[in-house]
């Protein structure tokens, strides 16, 4: 996958020309010339397809002259861009519904705050997904499967090539004929139903694998089958349950989703579909990967008929959601994700600020939050004397001052007390805005990433400031 | 040093961002950093010499952020020849370069584009040079995609540690090692101060079995079945699209398809081992290299190398993971030193045996479980003389000892208390190991 370049690397002041730091993409041979169209040149020689403008304006140039050039675009990256034009940068973009990323490189700080209204994640990819095998729950042609091998007259090396999720059926139908058809939920029943499987087993000298797979199994696959909670959220939200003529395709799936559990499903999801490996004979798994299939694209059908129709209700085009659309959303469904954000100006204005989450935190000891407080304390002193603190040597112990008075103004506006330790302020004040190539790189490197999640409506993106400290080489995120 | 001087006069504040963190001290600087007075004649733009292993994804990114951090002397190795595949996210290298040696296509992009920084190619494997060869270096950084290669490099930089006549580890004969490691979206980074904190061998449980295959590889030179099913998948699939759709793992039609063209071409190159179910297992484990994932290691890395080299702040302490598949996740913990460690331990090392009467392939398969080993040699010294018990390396010695491994320890002259010598891949020097039988009463006699 080649990564999307921003269409305009770059809004400098017009008159700026580059006469300080190097990076890779303002090369020595350009020195004086615009950082803008330097910047650009070189990207664009990374990947021949990618297309590339450059406008050699200051942004806040352009917020004044010509507002409505950000609203072209699918997502904004604002990078080193002071107080004073990211408050109405955020208001603008906020408002048109386009994304915002801010990223931010200081001394050995770094950060990164995400400003998009409504995001919606159809493939979250999680890391740990236990497989959808719906024993607790069987459906006709996996229940006739199961049930037809008797294990018992197998042959050794037959019995031990049958997917484990047979032995497992069949010992939890035998634990369940036992215990009046209740389904075990105690650790007692679970080790109940391991010996039960431990006595099918047929090979005197070792546990067969799939023997020893099924048994593994009772720790994922002896659940009941739910609709998790945070899926369940998505399908009582409000967007989802009142549908308009403007309602996006994942709501709308979301709704015909939410019908189908109410209705065909029987309080379960569309089944996912997915057999994970085992150790079987090719045939014998071939048939229970085709069962779990076909079953799942028998589900997945019925949503995509419900979509339909609720495109059709709502006089929205039929193509507005497509079979493969929905195919995708079935498959993923229990791991579907909303993220909801707040604006930058809101977070920036003292009445709307999240104070309790900044008070909360500080009371930690060692809480990255304090970085939180630095880099907010600069903008302020930024905006007051159009410098950074320490930038120059001869006025590092008077901004060590001014700075501290910049912090304990923004902390009486939360309500918050005094911070315990001088050491942030002086390492903060070291740093006189300097821009580290490689903490610059970690943080470019991480703001193109959640670029990527935003527009491929893939993975989840940081909900909604990430702090970095590459003293400690840790992060933290926090929600404004 | 002409196009220096040139540069330092019509670039005068080149350096002011490093300035300030090498000039001003802080409260949470090292306790051995002294402020700079002339940021221009550090140690780092001086003296100090750096050795990147590896020019592939990660190791683009540390050449460039290493540059760019004010190092200028810098030398990278890498074995490896650039393929089409690797353009998207190794940024030194274009279409153009196709063919050539990643090293030196990497050195000389960085020393065109960064002037005064000086990158020295070694289009070799890390196995070509010697103790003498690495000692010369101050830091060694790690963007390597094989763990064989990380165990090998570790083992030589602890070979290289020297002690006084008190027993006491010689700080000069440290070399730090910094060893970034990417996998999808996750990644590390650690830093290894060898014979003080853990090492690559202390924490070999960390790793995971590899599953990832370079597109050159499966395109050209296959060898294992996985190769074969990875071609289908990345190159044939798109080509002849048979079903008209994206592969679905899931769906057993696509398998199958998959599985015969794999099944073909695995009989082409005489590959066995090709079965419905290894298909499967690979077209849904696939773990691309994401290139912002080697941005964020390799910057991490590098921020790492430049806090050890300057101590302008402590250095991490000293393993870092990180994961953005949900959010961003990070976290740091101090990886433990283990006091029997291969590679690093200083205890005599003991292999426990059951008995002398188990076969020479039974120690060897102990030693592959036990250490990872990937193909171990053996040979021991019996009434001062040396006797090769089994060498896989070199085919002939391979096919004398071949017999051996049939053979019952006792037969071929160990005894409880018996050394063997075990050389490996895993390691740039020969390990020795001291038999103990488990149980005293069955010791032969």
């Given at each position: 996958m080649a990564s999307p370049a921003p269409k305009s690397p770059e809004q400098s002041d017009k008159s700026k020309k580059y006469d300080r730091q190097l990076s890779f993409f303002l090369d020595a041979d350009n020195i004086g010339k615009s950082r803008a169209q330097v910047a650009t040149q070189l990207l664009l020689e990374l990947n021949p397809d990618v297309k590339g403008d450059f406008v050699d304006e200051s942004p806040k140039q352009i917020l004044e002259t010509n507002p409505d050039f950000f609203i072209g675009h699918t997502l904004v990256i604002?990078?080193?861009?002071?107080?004073?034009?990211?408050?109405?940068?955020?208001?603008?973009?906020?408002?048109?519904?386009?994304?915002?990323?801010?990223?931010?490189?200081?001394?050995?700080?770094?950060?990164?705050?995400?400003?998009?209204?409504?995001?919606?994640?159809?493939?979250?990819?999680?890391?740990?997904?236990?497989?959808?095998?719906?024993?607790?729950?069987?459906?006709?042609?996996?229940?006739?499967?199961?049930?037809?091998?008797?294990?018992?007259?197998?042959?050794?090396?037959?019995?031990?090539?049958?997917?484990?999720?047979?032995?497992?059926?069949?010992?939890?139908?035998?634990?369940?004929?036992?215990?009046?058809?209740?389904?075990?939920?105690?650790?007692?029943?679970?080790?109940?139903?391991?010996?039960?499987?431990?006595?099918?087993?047929?090979?005197?000298?070792?546990e067969e694998q799939n023997f020893t797979e099924a048994i593994r199994a009772v720790n994922f696959a002896i659940r009941k089958t739910v609709v998790p909670t945070d899926v369940q959220d998505i399908l009582n939200d409000n967007k989802c349950i009142n549908l308009t003529s403007k309602s996006k395709p994942f709501w709308i799936t979301a709704k015909a989703v939410k019908d189908f559990v109410d209705n065909e499903g029987k309080g379960l999801l569309p089944l996912r579909g997915s057999l994970p490996d085992m150790t079987s004979d090719t045939n014998n798994y071939v048939k229970l990967q085709q069962i779990y299939h076909k079953q799942s694209s028998k589900d997945a059908e019925i949503v995509f008929r419900r979509a339909q129709q609720l495109l059709y209700s709502l006089s929205q085009p039929r193509d507005n959601i497509s079979e493969a659309y929905v195919k995708n959303f079935c498959k993923h469904e229990s791991s579907i994700a909303i993220q909801r954000g707040s604006c930058i100006t809101s977070e920036y204005d003292q009445k709307t600020a999240n104070a309790s989450e900044i008070a909360l935190s500080l009371e930690q000891p060692d809480s990255m939050m304090v970085y939180y407080v630095m880099l907010r304390a600069i903008d302020r002193f930024f905006d007051?004397?159009?410098?950074?603190?320490?930038?120059?040597?001869?006025?590092?112990?008077?901004?060590?001052?001014?700075?501290?008075?910049?912090?304990?103004?923004?902390?009486?506006?939360?309500?918050?007390?005094?911070?315990?330790?001088?050491?942030?302020?002086?390492?903060?004040?070291?740093?006189?805005?300097?821009?580290?190539?490689?903490?610059?790189?970690?943080?470019?490197?991480?703001?193109?990433?959640?670029?990527?999640?935003?527009?491929?409506?893939?993975?989840?993106?940081?909900?909604?400031?990430?702090?970095?400290?590459?003293?400690?080489?840790?992060?933290?995120t926090f929600a404004f | 040093m002409d196009v220096a001087v040139q540069i330092k006069d019509a670039f005068p504040k080149r350096w002011c961002h490093l300035k300030k963190v090498l000039e001003r001290t802080g409260p949470f600087c090292h306790p051995d950093f002294e402020p700079s007075t002339d940021v221009t004649n550090h140690f780092i733009m001086?003296?100090?010499?750096?050795?990147?292993?590896?020019?592939?994804?990660?190791?683009?990114?540390?050449?460039?952020?290493?540059?760019?951090?004010?190092?200028?002397?810098?030398?990278?190795?890498?074995?490896?020849?650039?393929?089409?595949?690797?353009?998207?996210?190794?940024?030194?290298?274009?279409?153009?370069?196709?063919?050539?040696?990643?090293?030196?296509?990497?050195?000389?992009?960085?020393?065109?584009?960064?002037?005064?920084?000086?990158v020295t190619p070694h289009y070799n494997k890390i196995q070509d040079f010697?103790?003498?060869?690495?000692?010369?270096?101050?830091?060694?950084?790690?963007?390597?995609?094989?763990?064989?290669?990380?165990?090998?490099?570790?083992?030589?930089?602890?070979?290289?540690?020297?002690?006084?006549?008190?027993?006491?580890?010689?700080?000069?004969?440290?070399?730090?090692?910094?060893?970034?490691?990417?996998?999808?979206?996750?990644?590390n980074v650690r830093v290894i101060l060898p014979g003080i904190s853990a090492c690559i061998e202390c924490t070999l449980d960390l790793f995971p079995p590899q599953v990832t295959y370079p597109l050159c590889t499966i395109a050209s030179t296959p060898r294992l079945p996985e190769h074969c099913i990875e071609y289908v998948k990345v190159i044939q699939w798109p080509k002849e699209n048979p079903y008209e759709a994206a592969i679905d793992g899931d769906d057993p039609v696509h398998i199958n398809w998959i599985y015969e063209k794999a099944s073909e071409r695995a009989n082409q190159f005489n590959i066995s081992g090709v079965n419905f179910r290894l298909v499967q297992g690979v077209v849904k484990n696939i773990i691309?290299?994401?290139?912002?994932?080697?941005?964020?290691?390799?910057?991490?890395?590098?921020?790492?190398?430049?806090?050890?080299a300057t101590s302008c702040s402590v250095p991490l302490s000293n393993y870092m993971v990180f994961n953005d598949v949900d959010g961003l996740y990070t976290y740091t913990y101090e990886a433990e030193k283990k006091d029997d460690c291969l590679a690093c331990g200083q205890t005599a090392k003991v292999l426990e045996i059951k008995s002398t009467e188990i076969k020479l392939q039974q120690l060897i398969d102990q030693l592959t479980e036990s250490y990872q080993m990937k193909n171990p040699g053996v040979t021991t010294s019996i009434n001062g003389k040396n006797r090769t018990l089994y060498l896989p390396t070199v085919s002939s010695i391979e096919e004398q000892t071949r017999e051996n491994l049939k053979k019952n320890l006792g037969d071929l002259g160990l005894e409880n208390g018996s050394e063997i010598n075990v050389a490996d891949v895993t390691s740039p020097n020969t390990l020795v190991f001291v038999l103990k039988v488990a149980s005293e009463s069955m010791q032969v006699e």
């Open positions: 604002a990078t080193a861009i002071s107080e004073r034009v990211l408050v109405p940068l955020s208001t603008r973009l906020w408002d048109a519904g386009i994304p915002l990323i801010v990223a931010r490189s200081y001394g050995f700080i770094g950060s990164i705050r995400i400003q998009v209204e409504e995001h919606t994640v159809v493939e979250s990819h999680p890391d740990d997904q236990h497989p959808d095998l719906r024993l607790d729950a069987p459906f006709p042609a996996l229940k006739q499967f199961a049930d037809s091998f008797d294990m018992s007259q197998l042959e050794l090396k037959d019995h031990a090539r049958i997917p484990y999720v047979v032995p497992l059926y069949q010992a939890l139908q035998t634990w369940m004929q036992q215990h009046d058809g209740a389904f075990p939920k105690s650790s007692k029943d679970k080790n109940e139903l391991r010996d039960l499987i431990k006595k099918g087993n047929k090979n005197p000298d070792s007051e004397y159009n410098a950074y603190p320490g930038e120059f040597d001869d006025q590092l112990e008077v901004d060590i001052i001014k700075m501290k008075s910049c912090i304990s103004k923004l902390l009486s506006e939360w309500s918050c007390g005094p911070l315990s330790k001088d050491d942030y302020v002086h390492e903060i004040c070291r740093y006189g805005g300097a821009e580290l190539h490689s903490v610059s790189a970690f943080i470019g490197g991480c703001a193109a990433q959640e670029a990527i999640k935003i527009i491929t409506k893939q993975y989840k993106p940081i909900n909604n400031t990430l702090i970095y400290d590459a003293i400690s080489s840790n992060t933290a | 001086t003296t100090c010499k750096i050795l990147v292993i590896g020019a592939g994804g990660l190791g683009c990114e540390l050449l460039k952020n290493l540059a760019l951090m004010g190092f200028k002397d810098i030398h990278v190795i890498d074995m490896d020849t650039i393929d089409l595949s690797n353009l998207n996210r190794q940024f030194l290298f274009r279409r153009k370069d196709i063919g050539q040696s990643k090293a030196e296509v990497a050195a000389k992009f960085i020393n065109q584009r960064i002037p005064g920084c000086n010697d103790e003498c060869f690495y000692r010369q270096f101050h830091i060694v950084v790690c963007g390597l995609d094989s763990i064989v290669a990380r165990r090998w490099i570790n083992g030589m930089l602890i070979s290289l540690l020297t002690y006084d006549d008190d027993g006491d580890l010689e700080q000069s004969s440290i070399i730090p090692m910094v060893d970034g490691g990417t996998e999808g979206f996750k990644g691309p290299a994401v290139a912002s994932t080697n941005a964020a290691i390799a910057a991490a890395c590098t921020t790492e190398v430049f806090k050890i």
